[in-house]
């Protein structure tokens, strides 16, 4: 090639370079800006390539004509044609650059951002931000990507009193943290769904590391660094949460960094107590204490704590010492006392309940309890696990849900007549690990234990002395109101009686039963339906007596329902043998049915007045429909409720006068007011059904003497209609033995047979 030709071809491939850059970039802004389909980019793109091709071989078919004298390659001719053929490439990748951007941004406009734009529309919020913050890395630019990543977004707050923490987050779906700096840190992006949903953080310190859930706001106190934090406890990080428990909301608590022991003290632990003369020391106690109008002192009060033949030491052991082979499992049988000698003697303390909720992880989802605790912990059990057992572990705390229930610090009511205890029993149910409980102090009921704590600062919690409000109500102080006044209140859960019901057999059930599931429109304007289960057994060809059921709290708790039957068939088989049929609504407010309150106690709120009437128009309608069945004898309908059943009945027997009898556990009237149209009081007066009540007198939930009783005074049952059951040294969880000896009976007693 000559120096002409050579500097010919340059000028040809380089023009080319030139023109065809300017010409695509004009045209790349031209498609964006107006959204012109990719087909007619590429059809440009492709008349681009064939002019330049075209020109490039017009170009050599007239040098090849060409005639040359001298065919010596001088040197700059070889430099003129390496460039020559650099440029040709970087044509060649010009076309190519622009074919897969153009291409790229079609599939982005085509695909990528409708997808996109579908996640975000169908609520999953999560996806869209994981989506739009890994595009935006590969289109910082796009404004659709940036609105919708703005959409799935918030911002989440972080202050702390100590800087130079290292901060990481780990964001749904990852399964690592991401370090994003250490404090001083303002704010911080995550998906804009529920706060303990939306992110972890993992704060690290002093060789420690704080797993702290999503919060909207985070705000933390770190330990002292001159304290040392025991061996085997758990710490945490000083915060201000929002606290709930059932029946209490707790205001303005701002929690200093504290620990808490990894298991609940065990046998072998208090014996060391024992062993040291700690119930000789009155250093370790209390006393001298003023409770309700007395004052106790040491020498006559620890005369009180002793075992099973008069020996200082818990309730259950034996001239103090402890069951064979118990050394491991946790202390029981022991009151408040005991179990704050023990701390003092320990150097360490009882924790405050505020501690112990925060640490038994409730207040991070307060609305549902997670189910990893009801689900293994310890409850309706007959026996104790070990201090160390995992299962139910939560937050790196074994068994502190069931167990045993654990004494907290703070007194319950301003007599301080009782302490708060928490976290439930191995002999009760699940549903009390997230409910207040409250003892007398020197309460030294089986089932009673406790952990230990310490507060990781230099100055005392003023939480530790916070008294728990005791809701005291004096219902004979309150009136009555008219007759014609409780028609208006009663006219609420009045309804159109039309019934238009579905019935389905449950496939392969259990041999020798059937199950069936019922449907229907609710009363009240709804989107979903209101149904429920019937379980039977096949060996009886008459009319079934059927028992209508109305389940406890732990309905609130969870949303599924399909393991019912199942769970009827088991625990009324002593009823369905004898030929009664177990019906069971899916009420409002339970199980997978819409949620407007997530807690059984009363409130002075629309939303809990709502709540009871369409309970009782789902309730009613219920009896519409057992009473429409031909294979049901309704003239012996009867109601069975246990605990939160129990209290919902005040209000179910008072609207419907269809149940011929009913039996009820561990019942009463509950404390907290609620709007006059439901006030439990006015309409347990007119209820007139034969009862059945059985009740533990030491019930932690529904107290003796505050709920009982009122309730048993109140009650418009006649007498020799009412039978009652109150079980000594027994608590909320009732031995369900004792039912089953007198339910059928009192069924039977009182329907027509």
Request: net charge negative; hydrophobic share 35%.
């Amino acid at each position: 090639m000559s120096m002409n030709s050579s500097n010919k071809y340059i000028q040809i491939v380089g023009g080319f370079v030139a023109v065809i850059f300017g010409v695509l970039q004009g045209i790349d802004w031209l498609f964006k800006r107006f959204e012109i389909d990719s087909f007619y980019f590429n059809l440009i793109l492709i008349i681009l390539l064939v002019a330049f091709i075209f020109s490039i071989s017009i170009y050599f078919l007239k040098r090849r004509k060409a005639k040359s004298e001298n065919r010596k390659i001088e040197k700059k001719s070889k430099i003129k044609l390496i460039l020559g053929v650099i440029l040709t490439g970087l044509v060649l990748l010009i076309f190519v650059y622009f074919f897969r951007k153009i291409n790229n941004n079609q599939t982005l406009v085509n695909e990528i951002i409708p997808e996109l734009i579908e996640t975000y529309d169908e609520g999953k919020i999560v996806e869209s931000f994981n989506k739009a913050k890994e595009l935006l890395k590969e289109y910082p630019n796009n404004d659709i990507i940036k609105s919708y990543f703005d959409k799935s977004s918030k911002y989440a707050y972080l202050k702390t009193d100590t800087d130079g923490i290292e901060v990481s987050i780990l964001y749904p779906g990852d399964s690592t943290y991401l370090f994003i700096g250490n404090t001083p840190l303002d704010s911080f992006l995550v998906p804009n769904i529920w706060a303990d949903q939306s992110h972890k953080l993992k704060l690290f310190h002093n060789d420690i590391e704080y797993i702290q859930k999503g919060r909207d706001w985070h705000n933390y106190r770190f330990p002292d660094s001159s304290i040392d934090i025991p061996e085997n406890h758990k710490a945490f990080l000083g915060t201000d949460p929002w606290m709930f428990l059932q029946g209490i909301n707790f205001e303005n608590i701002k929690l200093s960094s504290f620990s808490i022991a990894v298991n609940e003290v065990s046998n072998k632990d208090f014996q060391e107590f024992i062993d040291a003369g700690g119930y000789e020391n009155p250093s370790y106690w209390d006393f001298p204490i003023q409770i309700g109008n007395k004052i106790y002192d040491f020498n006559s009060s620890v005369k009180l704590f002793t075992d099973r033949y008069n020996k200082p030491g818990p309730a259950n052991w034996s001239y103090g010492k402890y069951p064979s082979g118990l050394e491991n499992q946790p202390v029981t049988g022991i009151s408040w006392f005991e179990a704050r000698a023990f701390a003092k003697f320990k150097n360490l303390n009882l924790p405050n309940i505020f501690q112990w909720t925060y640490a038994s992880g409730i207040p991070d989802n307060v609305f549902v309890v997670d189910q990893s605790v009801i689900n293994n912990s310890n409850y309706d059990s007959s026996q104790l696990r070990e201090v160390s057992d995992e299962n139910g572990s939560y937050n790196g705390l074994n068994n502190i849900g069931g167990n045993v229930k654990e004494w907290v610090l703070n007194p319950n009511g301003n007599k301080k007549e009782k302490y708060s205890i928490m976290g439930g029993a191995f002999n009760e149910s699940a549903y009390t690990f997230n409910n207040y409980y409250s003892l007398s102090a020197f309460d030294r009921s089986i089932g009673n234990g406790f952990r230990l704590s310490k507060n990781l600062t230099n100055s005392q919690s003023d939480l530790d002395y916070d008294i728990i409000p005791d809701f005291q109500r004096n219902f004979d102080e309150l009136e009555n109101i008219s007759d014609e006044v409780f028609e208006v209140y009663k006219s609420q859960f009045d309804y159109n009686k039309n019934l238009d019901s579905k019935t389905t057999n449950i496939d392969n059930f259990q041999d020798g039963y059937s199950a069936q599931k019922f449907e229907m429109e609710t009363t009240y304007k709804s989107d979903e339906s209101l149904y429920g289960y019937i379980v039977y057994s096949n060996k009886f060809k008459n009319k079934y007596d059927p028992v209508i059921v109305y389940p406890n709290a732990g309905s609130i708790g969870t949303n599924s329902d399909e393991w019912l039957p199942e769970s009827l068939l088991n625990q009324y088989k002593y009823l369905i043998d004898e030929g009664y049929a177990i019906i069971h609504p899916i009420y409002y407010n339970t199980f997978g049915r819409e949620k407007t309150i997530r807690t059984f106690w009363a409130s002075d709120s629309e939303d809990y007045k709502n709540t009871i009437i369409k309970i009782g128009q789902d309730y009613k309608r219920s009896l519409d429909y057992i009473e429409s069945r031909n294979d049901f004898n309704f003239d012996n309908m009867s109601y069975f409720g246990y605990s939160w059943g129990s209290t919902t009945s005040n209000y179910l027997l008072a609207i419907d006068d269809r149940i011929k009898a009913a039996v009820i556990c561990v019942g009463g009237l509950m404390l907290q007011k609620s709007r006059k149209e439901v006030e439990a009081h006015y309409y347990i007066r007119r209820i007139k059904t034969p009862i059945l009540h059985i009740i533990g007198k030491e019930d932690g939930i529904f107290g003796y003497e505050e709920n009982y009783k009122p309730w048993k005074k109140l009650i418009g049952t006649p007498k020799d209609k009412l039978k009652l059951i109150e079980l000594e040294n027994v608590g909320h969880g009732l031995p369900w033995d004792t039912i089953i000896k007198h339910h059928s009976n009192w069924i039977k007693t009182n329907t027509i047979n």
